[in-house]
């Protein structure tokens, strides 16, 4: 089957969208389970992604750059770091990790507090 890199770069796109939109909504203070969590997401994340090559080449990052998961902000820089990595080998500008803060938004209302409403 020959490759479709219009398919390709969705793919990317979409999926790039969600794990820095899951850094940005991750806890401040996560427990040790959170964070577990986490990390076991990313290496599942690496290891079934749908582009076989682009799976071998971010599962390679990871070992060089392993996930960050004790806040955050450590979370989304991060991801922003290991991006960048795939960035540099793509040959695409490099995206400045010092805005990552206020870029990623799930337009989600804020989760109800437990007696608040
Ligand atoms: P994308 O890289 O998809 O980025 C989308 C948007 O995110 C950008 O427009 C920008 O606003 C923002 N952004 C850019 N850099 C960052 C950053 N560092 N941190 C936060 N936000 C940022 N394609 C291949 O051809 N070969 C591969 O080996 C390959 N490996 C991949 C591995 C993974 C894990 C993923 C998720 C994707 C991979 N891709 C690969 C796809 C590739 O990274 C791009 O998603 C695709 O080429 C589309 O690029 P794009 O220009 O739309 O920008």
New binding site residues.
């Given amino acids: 089957k020959i490759e479709n890199a219009t398919l ?2 969705e ?3 979409a ?3 969600l ?2 939109t899951m850094m940005a909504k991750f806890p401040d203070k996560p427990t040790d389970e959170d964070s577990a969590a986490l990390k076991s997401y990313i290496h599942l ?2 290891r079934l ?1 749908p ?1 076989g ?3 071998r ?2 599962q390679k990052i990871l070992q060089k750059f392993p996930p960050q998961v004790a806040t955050r902000s450590t979370a989304a820089a991060w ?3 290991v ?2 990595e ?2 540099k ?2 040959k ?1 500008p ?2 400045d ?1 010092s805005n ?1 803060g206020d ?1 990623y938004d799930c337009g989600c209302a804020e989760d109800p507090v437990e007696g608040k409403e």
């Fill in positions: 390709k770069a793919l990317g796109n999926s790039w969208k794990l820095h994340f690496a992604y582009c090559d682009c799976a080449h971010f991801a922003c770091h991006h960048n795939v960035n080998r793509l695409k490099i995206f990790c990552i870029f």
